[in-house]
């Protein structure tokens, strides 16, 4: 058994719903499925525990609880002393075994479920989560919250690793579940599902090489329009990472007076340019746009034959019904938007809460609603399309919370969407979004220009 992530392969992730198809037809075949479940959380015990004291085992009183109970017996007959119950024990534990609820978990936690979850982070012993951290749902990496009266919300294990056991469900990868599941194994327990996924987990996708007779006119155009008055830096960052992704030829079009100036004077490879200029380029629109934007939308998005849209001009679609109707007529395939949960939640009209609430969901509608690509950003970015099953990215920290790392993906996807002109918009929006997560996967302060030569060097 080892981590899952780094992953080179994408992975199938199901709900809750789809789990419980999965292991009532397994059952049939298979029906030592919580032996195998409670033997592989012990193993992964075994190998995690630190020190002599006993394993301290949190068992719900559902099949969660039943695999804890069962990896309580087999620690027990490898002779480690063993605490099965939900206080705590006497002295202190080796390793926390949260077994309290896994994918049952299905409405606000009570008092008493809150004070043990609580106990186990009070640990300073390391916590394995089974199947899910408890408190935390499935389907959405949300907090299931605690019920009212309760003076803390969104009460959680916050595990130091989780065991995902016969699937990998969404919410560990997404939302809230990426910071609470710690270090992420998967134990199939022996069963290949046999349906369609709810989602993928995404991996390193390799883009195809150029061949040797392309030149820059192969490569494709890229036209950055935003930069209004104070916030050219936006622009300028989206139009270098179009460059460094391998644009052919990178134009930027400020939304602020530039008086006969260079598109940016440290990175003399761009050029100043206009829709007039390079109708067939692809758009990248909106960053830094400021409410200027909304006048050029119209026409950009009548004329571009691709087009990324982000930030501002997200903003001002939100805010227009004739604009978000010129995004949803425009030809299937050929729009991405790259909100963040605000965006997002301008857009559909709902609280960021809401957004975050189910962001699989959230990314699903909004594709729908405006027949586009749309990459939700934020922890665990969700990429949907129309027709397509959702990707979950697998990379990505908070290194990436900085200003301007949202231009560099923008930029990054739109110089991708010019050099692979026959890839789907979904395929590259995934990989995109993966290799600017991998990027962003430090340890220290990363200015959002800084992630460009990692993505470079990714490729
Ligand atoms: N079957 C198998 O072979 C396999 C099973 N596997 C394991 O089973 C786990 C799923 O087990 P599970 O369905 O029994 O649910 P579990 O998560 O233990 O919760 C228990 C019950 O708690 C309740 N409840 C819900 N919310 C609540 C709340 N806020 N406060 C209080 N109570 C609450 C709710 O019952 P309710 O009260 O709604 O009737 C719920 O049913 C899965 O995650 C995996 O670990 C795997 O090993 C594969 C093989
Ligand atoms: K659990």
Same mark, same amino acid.
């Given at each position: 058994?080892?981590?899952?992530?780094? %992953?080179?392969?994408?992975?199938?992730?199901?709900?809750?719903?789809?789990?419980?198809?999965?292991?009532?037809?397994?059952?049939?075949?298979?029906?030592?499925?919580?032996?195998?479940?409670?033997?592989? /959380?012990?193993?992964?015990?075994?190998?995690?525990?630190?020190?002599?004291?006993?394993?301290?085992?949190?068992?719900?009183?559902?099949?969660?609880?039943?695999?804890?109970?069962?990896?309580?017996?087999?620690?027990?007959?490898?002779?480690?002393?063993?605490?099965?119950?939900?206080?705590?024990?006497?002295?202190?534990?080796?390793?926390?075994? *949260?077994?309290?609820?896994?994918?049952?978990?299905?409405?606000?936690?009570?008092?008493?479920?809150?004070?043990?979850?609580?106990?186990?982070?009070? @640990?300073?012993?390391?916590?394995?989560?089974?199947?899910?951290?408890?408190?935390?749902?499935?389907?959405?990496?949300?907090?299931?919250?605690?019920?009212?009266?309760?003076?803390?919300?969104? /009460?959680?294990?916050?595990?130091?690793?989780?065991? !995902?056991?016969?699937?990998?469900?969404?919410?560990?990868?997404?939302?809230? #579940?990426?910071?609470?599941?710690?270090?992420?194994?998967?134990?199939?327990?022996?069963?290949?599902?046999?349906?369609?996924?709810?989602?993928?987990?995404?991996?390193?996708?390799?883009?195809?090489? =150029?061949?040797? =007779?392309?030149?820059?006119?192969?490569?494709?155009?890229?036209?950055?329009?935003?930069?209004?008055?104070?916030?050219?830096?936006?622009?300028?960052?989206?139009?270098?990472?179009?460059?460094?992704?391998?644009? #052919?030829?990178?134009?930027? *079009?400020?939304?602020?007076?530039?008086?006969?100036?260079?598109?940016?004077?440290?990175?003399?490879?761009?050029?100043?340019?206009?829709?007039?200029?390079?109708?067939?380029?692809?758009?990248?629109?909106?960053?830094?746009?400021? +409410?200027?934007?909304?006048?050029?939308?119209?026409?950009?998005?009548?004329?571009?034959?691709?087009? /990324?849209?982000?930030?501002?001009?997200?903003?001002?679609?939100?805010?227009?019904?004739?604009?978000?109707?010129?995004?949803?007529?425009?030809?299937?395939?050929?729009?991405?938007?790259?909100?963040?949960?605000?965006?997002?939640?301008?857009?559909?009209?709902?609280? /960021?809460?809401?957004?975050?609430?189910?962001?699989?969901?959230?990314?699903?509608?909004?594709?729908?609603?405006?027949? @586009?690509?749309?990459?939700?950003?934020?922890?665990?970015?969700?990429?949907?399309?129309?027709?397509?099953? +959702?990707?979950?990215? !697998?990379?990505?920290?908070?290194?990436?919370? %900085?200003?301007? !790392?949202?231009?560099?993906?923008?930029?990054?996807?739109?110089?991708? @969407?010019?050099?692979?002109?026959?890839?789907?918009?979904? %395929?590259?929006? @995934?990989?995109?979004?993966?290799?600017?997560?991998?990027?962003?996967?430090?340890?220290?302060?990363? +200015?959002?220009?800084?992630?460009?030569?990692?993505?470079?060097?990714?490729?």
């Amino acid at each position: 058994m080892r981590p899952l992530l780094p %992953t080179t392969r994408p992975w199938p992730l199901f709900d809750t719903a789809a789990t419980r198809r999965i292991e009532v037809a397994a059952l049939a075949a298979t029906p030592d499925l919580m032996a195998r479940a409670g033997h592989a /959380v012990a193993k992964l015990a075994l190998a995690l525990r630190r020190g002599d004291g006993p394993v301290w085992l949190a068992c719900g009183r559902g099949n969660n609880g039943g695999d804890g109970r069962i990896a309580a017996d087999v620690l027990a007959a490898h002779g480690i002393p063993t605490h099965a119950a939900l206080q705590p024990p006497a002295s202190p534990p080796s390793l926390v075994v *949260d077994a309290l609820f896994g994918i049952g978990l299905n409405r606000p936690l009570d008092a008493a479920s809150a004070a043990v979850i609580e106990a186990m982070n009070a @640990c300073s012993a390391p916590i394995l989560a089974v199947d899910v951290p408890s408190g935390l749902l499935a389907d959405t990496g949300q907090p299931a919250g605690t019920i009212a009266g309760l003076a803390a919300d969104g /009460v959680a294990v916050r595990a130091t690793h989780t065991l !995902s056991l016969l699937t990998l469900k969404p919410g560990l990868f997404t939302g809230e #579940g990426r910071a609470l599941a710690g270090r992420i194994w998967f134990d199939h327990l022996g069963v290949t599902p046999a349906e369609a996924p709810t989602a993928w987990l995404s991996a390193p996708q390799a883009l195809p090489a =150029s061949l040797a =007779s392309h030149h820059k006119g192969s490569h494709g155009q890229v036209l950055v329009v935003g930069g209004a008055a104070g916030m050219q830096g936006a622009a300028r960052l989206a139009a270098r990472a179009a460059l460094h992704a391998g644009a #052919g030829r990178v134009y930027v *079009d400020l939304l602020a007076p530039n008086d006969g100036g260079p598109a940016d004077a440290g990175q003399p490879e761009l050029m100043c340019g206009s829709l007039a200029e390079c109708p067939l380029a692809v758009g990248v629109i909106g960053c830094g746009g400021g +409410p200027e934007i909304a006048a050029r939308l119209p026409a950009l998005l009548s004329a571009l034959p691709r087009a /990324v849209l982000d930030a501002d001009a997200l903003n001002a679609i939100a805010a227009s019904a004739p604009l978000q109707a010129a995004v949803a007529s425009r030809a299937p395939g050929t729009t991405v938007i790259t909100p963040h949960p605000l965006e997002a939640a301008r857009l559909l009209q709902i609280t /960021v809460q809401a957004v975050q609430q189910d962001r699989l969901a959230a990314a699903q509608t909004l594709a729908r609603q405006l027949r @586009c690509t749309v990459l939700l950003k934020g922890s665990g970015s969700v990429i949907a399309s129309p027709g397509e099953t +959702p990707t979950v990215i !697998s990379t990505g920290g908070p290194a990436l919370g %900085t200003a301007g !790392s949202g231009d560099v993906l923008a930029g990054w996807l739109g110089g991708w @969407c010019a050099r692979h002109a026959a890839m789907p918009l979904h %395929t590259l929006a @995934c990989a995109a979004a993966h290799a600017h997560g991998a990027a962003g996967e430090v340890n220290h302060v990363l +200015p959002a220009g800084e992630l460009i030569a990692p993505m470079t060097r990714l490729l």
